[in-house]
């Protein structure tokens, strides 16, 4: 994985900063400022191509004329102060979003080159293509066996228990789970720890076989031990999927990906590969935040 020294700053708490009325006028200023984004947002090899997309809350709008890439096999990191519009841009990404009254996602999005917002499209085999693992783990109130073997089973990839079988056995494989669970796979999944509960969602969301995971601050309820393993687990799935993950963590986003974006209210400020972000920003937005003087 990419390790990294980040800046060191100025450390301001989050709580100081929000009570701070004229830090809250100049953001107000700055995001005024933000006339488009800098850096390397777009690829040569986009799996997933997002252009001049703005997201409404009824009246309210959360996403301002973000365009962005997604790179096969690349793991973006989406990083910026809570209320930002990190999470509302990643669950435009699966149609996430439909599940909100009142929420309007405007733009071209596209996977592999097909519009992920087409009036013919349906957002169930959409969502087996882009799987979502969110913040906190939640695991179905089934075994752990039945917990993997959902999807397939749904979804009609597999009806025969031998096929299931080797699906559950490979996906708590590849989640980094088999060993530990191999001989309880008939034991709720609500029973194991909270890390493991997060790689058994993992191991769910790639028992359909998706080519694209989206990961919600997936580690953000988990202690430092389980954090690290997601944190490996991510670099090994990177060789067969794409990957976006959202993080409040700027080392867990320095470990992990590839490139970086900084969202501020709501736009895209600056997307570059991540060892520019956290060591040469080219926005000073990114480097305030980076270094700790707001966010």
């Not at 900063?17 to 390397?40: F, S």
Request: glycine residues 8%; charged residues 25%.
């Amino acid at each position: 994985m990419t390790t990294m020294t980040l800046n060191a700053g100025p450390a301001v708490a989050a709580g100081d900063q929000a009570k701070n009325p004229a830090a809250e006028q100049n953001a107000v200023k700055t995001n005024a400022e933000i006339v488009k984004t800098v850096g390397q947002p777009f690829s040569d090899q986009a799996k997933l191509r997002m252009r001049n997309v703005n997201v409404f809350y009824g009246e309210t709008q959360a996403i301002h004329d973000v365009s962005l890439d997604i790179g096969r096999n690349e793991v973006v990191a989406m990083i910026g102060p809570s209320g930002c519009g990190k999470s509302t841009f990643l669950r435009c990404l699966n149609r996430m979003n439909d599940t909100i009254e009142g929420c309007r996602v405007e733009g071209e999005l596209t996977l592999d080159g097909e519009a992920i917002y087409g009036p013919k499209v349906d957002v169930v085999p959409l969502r087996a293509r882009v799987g979502m693992v969110f913040q906190k783990p939640n695991p179905f109130p089934k075994s752990i066996y039945d917990n993997v073997a959902y999807g397939p089973k749904i979804h009609g990839i597999a009806s025969r228990r031998a096929e299931l079988d080797e699906i559950v056995e490979n996906s708590l494989r590849r989640a980094g789970l088999w060993n530990e669970v191999k001989d309880r796979l008939d034991k709720p999944g609500t029973g194991l720890s909270g890390g493991q509960q997060q790689r058994l969602c993992i191991a769910r969301a790639i028992a359909v076989s998706p080519e694209v995971i989206l990961m919600d601050e997936p580690c953000s309820a988990l202690d430092p031990i389980a954090t690290a393993r997601i944190e490996e687990l991510i670099d090994e799935l990177r060789e067969n999927y794409t990957i976006a993950i959202v993080t409040h963590s700027m080392q867990q986003a320095a470990r992990v990906s590839q490139r970086t974006a900084y969202f501020h209210l709501g736009k895209l400020v600056e997307v570059n590969d991540t060892e520019t972000v956290f060591t040469n920003p080219e926005h000073e937005l990114t480097e305030a935040y980076i270094t700790g003087r707001f966010g």
